[in-house]
């Protein structure tokens, strides 16, 4: 069974810096792409990063040059740097592997203005 846990979340001053991690266990974590997505309230869920096996990244344009994805594979994690945070970064942060597993319980990002 697949597990996510995601952590690092917190409040933060706009044009702060966050550093998300999510662990993962019951897949074979170095064979899959992992993701990185945030729920706003009242917002559907948006895909923010997504990293290749092979390290390959992809980010969506609201986040471009803010946000960097990365993965230790000794670790089974995979991180969210987060830096000149946004208000409307503000969201519930979840990460998941390709294709889409369970998804663990998020973790809160809030950045006051």
């Known amino acids: 069974q697949v597990q996510l846990v995601e952590s690092g979340g917190g409040l933060v001053q706009a044009g702060g810096s966050l550093r998300l991690s999510c662990a993962a266990s019951?897949?074979?974590?170095?064979?899959?792409?992992m993701v990185w997505y945030r729920q706003a309230l009242g917002k559907q869920r948006e895909l923010v990063a997504s990293i290749t096996k092979y390290g390959s990244t992809d980010y969506a344009d609201s986040v471009k040059g803010r946000f960097t994805i990365s993965r230790d594979n000794a670790k089974n994690t995979v991180y969210l740097q987060m830096n000149s945070l946004k208000p409307e970064d503000t969201a519930v942060y979840y990460c998941?592997?390709?294709?889409?597993?369970?998804w663990g319980q998020g973790t809160q990002v809030t950045v006051s203005s």
């Open positions: 998941n592997s390709v294709p889409l597993s369970n």
């Open positions: 019951g897949i074979t974590f170095g064979l899959n792409a």
